[in-house]
Each structure stands twice: as structure tokens, then as C-alpha cells.
């Protein structure tokens, strides 16, 4: 059933009474007005639809709007989706009030193209269908519908009937169809109960395919529902997909709360917000419009109430194309690129409408800065490496996430990540899946290496920091200081360190000869003086040094693996090597548990040393203390080293 559909929708538009179910009904054998009010007052209330099958046996989606001016909301509703329009004109009234609202709609939404239908030309003289098309001609310059065919027809009579059906199935065919890249998104235009179904939703997906089975995420409110079976066109399907009518059985939305104006869509694929940026353009009959203006918001089939506000001007006019912020009233979801309509809230009247550029969150903001920052998005046009590099720019050093710059495009994170690797100028950082210009990462390591240098300015001969420390540098975000530190470490610059510490290899250049000396001295000291280590203040005449000078090169043993400092004390490594072999083999002796009384002996020390040597060997991973008794760990990487040297 799903390929014997044809992925584009066909939509009416036009003034109340003028023909348009009546149309529909002569096109398909389907009476649109499903409701019983309908039926009975034939005034067109909500959205219908119907189907018309074309030549080659494919399905083609028809959906019919109400044209009274009071149920323009649903009208709006009803357009989402649409590539192709039906704007019908009743022959002896010509142009009427929604006649050139619906234009207005039509075009500012963006719709691919279309027809112009004459109806009721049974009941009028043939000079008054000329008038009424050259009326309507007139109306529709520069418009989607210009240049668009006119088809005279009576639904009554079925005159023009065929030919308005061979023109439709031309020009439908003749498009290119709807795509169905991206994660499955569907804005709900209808929800229903059926006996044994249970709640249906319907839509048009504008992105995407969808199975039975699959989860879909209902927004704003972040629901999951399960799809238990689809259709389209009057029968199941094995799969939705952009471009035509699908109903999803959902019997959990009714928990869910499931409303027209909700978005169905793939988990996790797409944001909510309460502000829209958009790329705004005004219609020829607007009024002019105030900073913070009351408006309605139609996007998708939501309609939503706010204000809009002006971001280079303090006001808007007839005609004007601007960039503006829409703030408004409660969330909803859309993407990059969604149409959108902007009406008054008093009178409810269309005054313009245009493009989504992005979701965003009210907050506060910057007029000019705001409305600068738009115009860069809407100058990098439509070109996916355009658009990141755009947002890669406002991200700054903090760069952004994959799944992030995915839901700004509307794309996936696959399509994302490829469209990235292709970008010279842009780096990945694979372990924390974010992506960062590289002029931010030649900055920042530039920032990095300076803030190391001022941290160690008193102790030069140093060449380690605890990453703690860099962690909390107010010149670079800690997502910046991640990639660097795993570039750094690729290209053998820095090296992980014991208990936390960062080791600049760059920094381990040659020491001048009387500071190796020194070094040398103070080593030799530290394991001369065994397992009880001297005091500070006994270092100093062994080097000629103290303070930082002294801090500097004791830091630099370190950085060497010379020596190790255990609490306040400095001892040769190769006696906290010894140390270490001493623990492990007390353990092995006693069960996995070690005999302190035995070991102090073995080592002939104090407590004094002993208990930060232990706490020492527990911060390296060898021992654990667990209630007041301390055991070896045999599965540590420590012990295994241990194990494998001693053999």
C-alpha cells in the first residue's frame, strides 16, 4: 500500500461558500464534511480530506480548509504539509475578503504551487467568468500562484471536472516529492477514537518514515506513546513517511493527553521552545506593527499567542522583510526552516509570516546583538556546512554536541557527523562527541600553555599541575580543556601522571648545570634517609635552596619520578618502591591482610611515617581499608605490576 501512494499533498483554499468541498466531492467521490454540523448548516467548520486516485493507480491526498474568516485557525491547521494549492474562486462572486486572505496564507507558507479554480461558472454569463479570472489573475501577481493555470469548472454539472483532474495529476506529478531524510516528525492535525482502534492521530509528516511498532515522542510535553499500526489513503501501511496523510494508532495517547497543535515525533530528535527567531516578511496589507506587538503564532497546526519583537527597528510596515524574535506564551515544537503565519490577536487578521531560522528559549537578550546574530544565520543560507559553521561560531570555545547541531538542522546525528568530518576548519572531539571551530582550539591551547606557565611561574623547573587545577580556569570552558588535553596527549606532548597530576613533557627541557646538581643532591638525600624522610627544612642546605626555588626542583624530581612525596615528606622513589613490594608481600604472607605491627618492624619506622605511607599505597590502588582492617586488592593494575617485576 505505501508505494501505491504518491508523496504530496493537494490543498483548497478560498472564500466560505464558494465551492470547495463541493469541488472535492466532484474530484473524488469523497464528501469532505464529515461533520454532522457540517453536513447540515454546509458550512465547512474543520479540516477534511480525501483522496483521488491517479492514472497510474497511485493515491493522491487532498485535504479541504474551512473558508469563513472565524475558523482561519483551522484553516492554518490544514495547510501544514502542503506543496500544491487549489485556490477556488466561485464565478459570480469573484475575489471576496478570504479569497485574498487564503492567497496571503498560501504564499507566505511557502506552497510549491498550484491551480486556480473557477467554480459555479454554470450559474453566470461567460463575460462574468471573465471577469472574475482576470480579478483573481490580478490578485495572485507575485504571488506562490502566479502564473497558475485556470480551470473553469461546475461541481453541479461536472463541467471541467475531468480537466481540472488531468491538470491536477500533472501538475502533482510534475514536483519533485517530499523527502523523507531526517527523523520521522508529524504535526497533529486531527485525534479521534474508532471501536477497537482505540485513539487515532493524523497528520502530514513533514520529515522522516515511521513502522508500526516504533515509539514516537509527543512534544512539548516529552510523552512516548507506542504506533500500533498506520494508515493512509483508506488502508494499513507498512511504513508513514513525508508528503502524505497518515493516521498512527496510538491507543495511549488519550493518557497522553494528545491534542491538534502537538508534534509526533522520533524521541529525542527534536527541541521545544518558547521563542522563535524567524526571518519575518510582512504582507502588503499589514498595518504598521509596534515593538512587543500582541500576536498569534500559527506554526505546524499550533497556534500559539505572544509578542513580537523587533530587533532593528522600533517599527515594521507593509512589505518590510526583517528578522524578528517571536516570544511566546507556551512552548511548541518546530525546526529550522518550518513556515510559519503571524496574526493579530485583535482583529484576528494575517499580517505576515516566513521561516523558522531556530527554536530558542526566552531570556534575556541584546536587540542589536540578537538581531545581528540572526542576519549571520539567515546569510548562511541553506548549506549544512554553512549553517554549523554558523552555530559552531555562536557556540564559541564551549563548541557544541553532535545531537545538538542535529536538532538545530533538523537532520540526524549520522547526517550531522558526516557533514562535520567534511569541514576543514572544524575538529571533533570523538570522546565527548562535540565539535569545535579550530581557530577556538589554536586559541585555547594557546590560553592552555599560558595559564600553565603562570601557575608554575614560581616554580620553573616544574613541568605538572593537578587537572583539578586547570579544571578551574576561567579563560576556558571545560569541554574546550577535554579535546586539548586529549590532542595534547595524542601528539605525546602531555602525559596522565599519578593521583590526578598532568605532565607537560615540553616543559622537561635541560636544567642548567648547577640546578641538575642541586637535583641530583636533593635525590640522593631523599634515598639515603630511607624509610624515615627528612624534613623541608633539612632539603634546604642539601640544595643551597629554599622556598620556591627549593619547591621548584622538588617538584621536578617528581615530574621525573625521582622522588615521591607522601603526605608532607619527600622520599627517594625507589624507596617508596620498596615500600610498596614490602606491602604487597606482608598480604601474601597473612591471608590478603596486612600486619602492620610486622611491616613497621620490616621497615623500621615510626608511625609517624607509616600511616601516610599506607594511606599513600591506598591512594595508588594496591590496598584498601575496609573496617579498620586494611587488604590487599589482587585484581589492582598495581599488583599486577608488582607480580609480573618480581617474577
Known amino acids: 500500500m505505501a508505494r501505491s501512494i504518491h508523496p504530496v499533498v493537494v490543498g483548497t483554499a478560498g472564500h466560505i461558500d464558494h465551492g470547495k468541498s463541493s469541488l472535492v466531492k466532484a474530484l473524488t467521490g469523497i464528501d469532505p464534511d464529515r461533520l454532522k454540523e457540517e453536513q447540515e448548516r454546509g458550512l465547512t467548520i474543520d479540516l477534511g480530506f480525501a483522496r483521488l486516485k491517479l492514472s497510474d493507480g497511485r493515491w493522491l491526498g487532498l485535504i479541504d480548509v474551512p473558508g469563513h474568516e472565524r475558523f482561519v485557525r483551522n484553516m492554518v491547521a490544514g495547510c501544514t504539509g502542503l506543496d500544491l494549492a487549489m485556490l477556488v474562486v466561485a464565478a459570480d462572486d469573484g475575489v471576496m475578503p478570504q479569497t ?19 467554480t459555479k461558472i454554470d450559474m453566470v454569463e461567460p463575460a462574468l467568468v471573465d471577469m472574475a479570472e482576470q480579478e483573481v489573475r490580478q490578485l495572485v501577481a507575485g504571488t506562490a500562484l502566479a502564473g497558475a493555470k485556470v480551470m473553469r469548472t461546475s461541481s453541479r454539472t461536472g463541467e471541467g471536472i475531468p480537466e481540472l483532474k488531468a491538470e ?7 514536483i519533485a516529492p517530499r523527502t523523507s531524510a531526517g527523523p520521522f516528525r508529524m504535526p497533529i492535525q486531527r485525534v479521534f477514537s474508532l471501536p477497537g482502534i482505540g485513539t487515532v492521530i493524523t497528520g502530514v509528516p513533514l520529515s522522516g518514515t515511521l513502522q508500526p511498532g516504533a515509539e514516537v515522542e509527543i512534544l512539548p510535553g516529552r510523552q512516548r506513546i507506542k504506533v500500533r499500526g498506520l494508515h493512509a489513503y483508506g488502508g494499513k501501511v507498512d511504513e508513514a513517511m513525508a508528503g502524505h496523510s497518515t493516521a498512527l494508532s496510538v491507543p495511549d495517547a488519550r493518557e497522553a493527553g494528545v491534542h491538534r497543535g502537538m508534534v509526533a515525533a522520533e524521541p529525542d530528535a527534536f527541541a521545544i521552545g518558547d521563542a522563535l527567531d524567524v526571518e519575518l516578511t510582512l504582507t502588503k496589507r499589514s498595518p504598521q506593527l509596534a515593538h512587543r506587538a500582541p500576536i498569534r503564532c500559527h506554526t505546524g497546526t499550533i497556534e500559539v499567542r505572544g509578542n513580537l519583537l523587533l530587533l532593528d527597528r522600533d517599527r515594521a510596515g507593509p512589505g518590510d522583510v526583517l528578522v524578528a524574535r517571536l516570544e511566546l506564551d507556551e512552548e511548541l515544537c518546530c525546526a529550522h526552516n518550518d513556515r510559519f503565519l503571524l496574526r493579530l490577536q485583535n482583529p484576528a487578521v494575517t499580517v505576515g509570516g516566513g521561516r523558522v531560522l531556530r527554536l530558542s528559549q526566552t531570556g534575556r537578550y541584546r536587540r542589536r ?6 542576519q549571520g544565520l539567515v546569510a548562511a543560507g541553506e548549506r549544512p556546512e554553512a549553517r554549523l559553521r554558523h552555530e559552531l561560531t555562536q557556540a564559541g570555545a564551549e563548541g557544541r ?3 545538538e547541531l542535529a536538532r538545530a538542522l533538523g537532520c540526524t546525528d549520522t547526517e550531522t557527523f558526516d557533514a562535520l568530518a567534511g569541514m576543514p576548519d572544524v575538529e571533533l572531539h570523538r570522546r565527548g562527541m562535540r565539535a569545535f571551530l579550530r581557530e577556538h582550539i589554536v586559541v585555547g591551547e594557546q590560553e592552555l600553555l599560558q595559564s600553565v606557565d603562570r601557575m608554575l611561574h614560581k616554580r620553573p623547573a ?24 586529549d590532542r595534547l596527549q595524542a601528539a605525546g606532548r602531555v ?28 635525590v640522593a638525600f631523599c634515598e639515603e634517609r630511607g624509610f624515615r624522610p627528612p624534613e623541608l627544612a633539612e632539603l634546604e642546605p642539601v640544595a643551597g635552596r629554599r622556598g620556591d626555588a627549593l619547591l621548584s626542583l622538588l617538584d621536578r624530581a617528581q615530574d621525573e619520578g625521582r622522588i615521591d612525596k607522601v603526605a ?31 611491616l613497621r618492624d620490616e621497615l623500621d619506622t615510626s608511625r609517624k611515617f607509616l600511616i601516610p605511607l599506607l594511606e599513600y599505597v591506598d591512594a595508588l590502588g594496591l590496598t584498601v581499608l575496609r573496617g579498620g582492617v586494611r587488604r590487599l586488592l589482587p585484581s589492582s593494575d598495581l599488583n599486577r605490576e608488582l607480580a609480573a617485576s618480581s617474577d
Open 100 to 118: 485574498i486572505e487564503h492567497v496571503d496564507i498560501i504564499d507566505l507558507l511557502s506552497v510549491r504551487g498550484g491551480l486556480i479554480v473557477l
Open 495 to 522: 602525559r596522565s601522571g599519578r593521583r590526578g597530576q598532568v605532565l607537560f613533557l615540553d616543559r622537561l627541557k635541560a636544567l642548567p648545570p648547577a640546578e641538575q646538581q642541586a637535583l641530583d643532591r636533593l
Open 369 to 374: 546583538d540578537l538581531g545581528a546574530e540572526l
Open 168 to 174: 491536477l495529476e500533472a501538475l502533482a506529478t510534475g
Open 568 to 598: 608532607e615528606h619527600f622520599y627517594g622513589a625507589s624507596i617508596v618502591r620498596k615500600v610498596l613490594r614490602a606491602v604487597r608481600g606482608n598480604c601474601l604472607r597473612h591471608a590478603e591482610v596486612l600486619d602492620i605491627p610486622t
Open 401 to 403: 554536541p553532535v545531537d
Open 462 to 485: 616544574a613541568a605538572s599541575i593537578a587537572r583539578s587545577a586547570l579544571r578551574t580556569t576561567k579563560t576556558l570552558p571545560q569541554p574546550l580543556i577535554e579535546l586539548l588535553f
